[in-house]
């Protein structure tokens, strides 16, 4: 029987219009990498009764209730205290972490506040989840029905312990299960059309569930399969993965979650001891500054220009004015030309070069703003796309430079072949 | 007395580790406009009892309660339900909406399905708040303590109906009162030191209210004054805003929420009829990407190179080779020489040059990881400022594009003293 959680975020902070929880994501993923799906989440302020109420309420609809904020020194962190009203239960001063507090401020030379030995209060019954990058360790409650966890509020505080201390204690509560992922992260094709393709597939199915989620230019399908073996949940993850792997071709660039296509392509450029420039026009810099987003893209990235205007085209890529002058500067011959110069002055292996109108103003009847050429010079010769977008200009100079990197990543794997 | 609010949000894609609730930050900006505090947030899939439990909850809670997403045609879509459930009240066809929805579907040729007609049920005695942006209408609600609103989950439809529908509607349900707001953004300080400076003026009011938020290299001070009059909002705001505004002095660089650090460089640019160029290594285009971001940049933007390799520096940029060999490619005087360079062949007023170690490997003893040399050639002489970040890649290369920006913009506040 599988169990269900509920994830609580505490801070005042997290109900002003700037920020939003997202804590509870990375909470998630581990839960149900655990099989446990979350079904409610709350934010609560730092209010001591507000969140003793939201805790009784998550007690009574979930077994695992995970609370993350209010840990901290003072008056404002009243996590400690609601948990222990709402479970009924005492604080109490553990002796150890005491010693571990000031140790860690004496090892840091500093004079430990009164207030600080709050935080070595614990819930009765209560295990310590030590906190390696902070002073308020976490807790650990088993309840009749499951369990309930205080972890810290800033990530880097609290993702160590998610990992490292929740989940280990959380398996033994769960009933047993296998459950395997499979992804694909997906260009060159929309949402909509997306999902018209691969929903009679995935459709049929509850086990594995499949999410479908979309950043412009970017498509991400996860499949996560639960059973009690292995081989069963990875038989479940084929039956409904191959055929759509085999729908999406090569529009899938990568089956790593968090493989993004910059990365693919820095990998198939160093596989192939391969190398790339660049010649922006309309993404103004974006194409390159992904080319060199990966550690060590010094080896695989030559050089970029971004020639804004057709005088730094004729002056730095040496396009010829005529050119310029005939067909304009967004139009496939200057978009070759460009590609084509830069391949030449640095010497790459490949180069790719935009030029669009990114907007709000300019463009043509013919190729209105949103238009943007993008070239790929090869080995084998300078190709041209022709591409239309939204005339949004932060969503253009976004799509110009993802579909520059698909272009380079199909040019490479045709040559692979 | 000031009324409170609670905002659920439905959507079991709400509930997966990829998407986080964002369409209760912009709720949560109106009503604070309002006078009206969010003092919780709830998230549920879409599963009618646990949604019509959380309402329940909620109507207890706030006078104020507006809950977004499960609008649509399908199953999948219960807040309707849950809500009249939550209500104790019917839900009833409303004739004007089914000739709405009739109208829509004939206008873009599409046959209605059946199951569109369940967006023409509204709860007894709600008003329908027209979408122009799709094809469910919100709900307003008059309850005994305030008002509950539904509103649709795609933001661009939630949004215009949030200012144009729910806002005037629920401004008559709210005691009357002034909200002035006053916002400082800032660079070029860390958000502990900021808070060490300006938490002794503003921690002795909670009239106005302050928020501090921050993004790397980016912080944002927010003050929210609500009062009887305009006049008495405007007079707290000064009260604590002035002095703020003093000890920041021009660390801050714009006053307009919505104002990013390069609209700020565009405008001063544009102001100056000045006109920039940028030579970029570590920072691998994104600095020309953030001087491209701005509509009309191409006014101001003379042009840019991105010069990953010592070859490139001395080849397109005519660094000489001696100058690389005595002080390396990442020091001052090719900083130096990189901005001069880029300025004389650009023809720009002002020229930008980034060279450092974004890591993870490379950096000597003097300059580790995380060591840039940033360079700001001007008609006056070029300057060279060295910074060292924490040495993580992606913080290196946002944090140098950051200052890039902020050393012009005060190069250019100098010279119009």
């Known amino acids: 029987m599988p169990k269900n959680a509920e994830i609580i975020a505490c801070g005042s902070e997290l109900l002003t219009p700037q920020r939003t929880d997202t804590n509870s994501l990375a909470i998630t993923d581990q839960l149900n990498l655990l099989g446990v799906e979350v079904i409610q989440k709350v934010v609560v302020g730092d209010d001591r009764e507000r969140l003793a109420d939201a805790i009784r309420g998550a007690l009574k609809r979930a077994e695992i209730v995970v609370i993350c904020g209010g840990l901290g020194p003072t008056e404002d962190d009243v996590t400690r205290e609601a948990a222990a009203a709402a479970l009924n239960r005492r604080l109490v001063l553990s002796l150890e972490q005491e010693s571990i507090l000031i140790a860690r401020f004496r ?19 209560a295990e310590a989840m030590p906190n390696p990058h902070g002073s308020a360790p976490g807790q650990f409650v088993s309840t009749e029905r499951g369990a309930l966890a205080l ?26 299960q296998e459950i395997c992922v499979r992804t694909f992260r ?11 393709l691969i929903a009679p597939v995935y459709g049929k199915y509850t086990n594995p569930v499949t999410t479908v989620l979309s950043a412009p230019g970017d498509l991400f399908v996860h499949l996560r399969a639960r059973a009690d073996t292995r081989a069963q949940a990875e038989a479940l993850l084929r039956e409904v993965g191959n055929p759509i792997a085999e729908l999406l071709g090569d529009r899938v660039y990568s089956t790593d979650a968090n493989e993004s296509l910059e990365m693919v392509v820095a990998r198939m450029l160093r596989q192939k001891r391969a190398t790339v420039a660049s010649a922006e026009s309309c993404t103004g810099g974006l194409l390159a500054a992904r080319l060199t987003e990966t550690p060590g893209s010094s080896h695989t990235f030559l050089g970029g220009f971004v020639t804004y205007s057709e005088v730094q085209k004729r002056e730095v890529l040496g396009i010829p004015g005529d050119l310029l002058a005939k067909h304009s500067a967004v139009s496939e011959p200057v978009a070759a030309a460009m590609a084509e110069a830069v391949r030449k002055r640095a010497g790459s292996t490949y180069a790719l070069s935009t030029t669009g109108y990114a907007g709000p103003d300019g463009g043509t009847h013919f190729d209105p703003v949103g238009t943007v050429y993008i070239g790929v010079a090869t080995p084998d010769g300078t190709r041209v796309t022709r591409v239309r977008y939204t005339p949004d200009r932060w969503r253009v100079r976004t799509l110009a430079a993802q579909s520059a990197l698909d272009l380079l990543r199909r040019e490479m794997l045709k040559s692979s072949r």
């Open 107 to 125: 090892q840091i030379n500093r004079p430990m506040a009164k207030n600080n030995l709050r935080q070595a209060y614990l819930i009765e019954g």
């Open 186 to 196: 997906i260009t060159g094709i929309g949402e909509s059309d997306l999902d018209a």
């Open 151 to 176: 972890l810290p509020g800033p990530p880097r505080e609290l993702k160590p312990m998610l990992e490292n201390e929740l989940v280990p204690r959380l398996r033994p509560v769960l009933p047993p």
